[in-house]
């Protein structure tokens, strides 16, 4: 059985990491989905938001599952006994930056790396990108399934509230 893991933050979820992931599915005859759960890095959607929407999103694939993970995703690759990573590339800049991750996996574990360019209408699409418009009232009902949008809409206006008040509180 081949197995790959696809790796990432997923904060939030995009339609360029579901087109990724469902190309993936297509591939292997099973994809974990692998959320980096990082205590040090500052994310909008906690680990279990941010697994439950991926759930969500891939209810229809019977060969992918999510699970959440911390440390390197060549341990975890390990663990599960994946023969390769799946990586999506927006651009050369992304592969500038994913080859040297690529040769180190490799090296350290033997599991490969496979890059698959991002459709080109998902190519400028980021989960930061869509984080930043979202939070300046900018329209992203096009790069996000519509329950991601509405809590990354609850989450964003949560946010600005509790900003408002601490700002009142200053006062």
Known sequence: MSRAVCPGSFDPVTHGHLDIIGRAAR??????????????????FGPEERVAMLERALA??????????????????????????VKGLRSSGDFDYELPMAHMNTALTRVETVFL??????????SSLVKEVASFGGDVAAFVPDFVLEALTRRLAERQSAQRAEQQGDA
């Open 27 to 44: 591939l292997f005859d099973e994809v974990v989905v692998a959320i980096g759960v990082n205590p040090s890095k500052s994310r909008l």
């Open 117 to 126: 360019p991002t459709a080109t209408g998902q190519s400028f699409v980021s």
């Open 60 to 85: 229809g694939f019977t060969n992918v599952r999510v699970e959440g993970f911390t440390g390197l995703v060549t341990d975890f690759c390990v663990e599960h006994d994946a023969q390769a990573i």
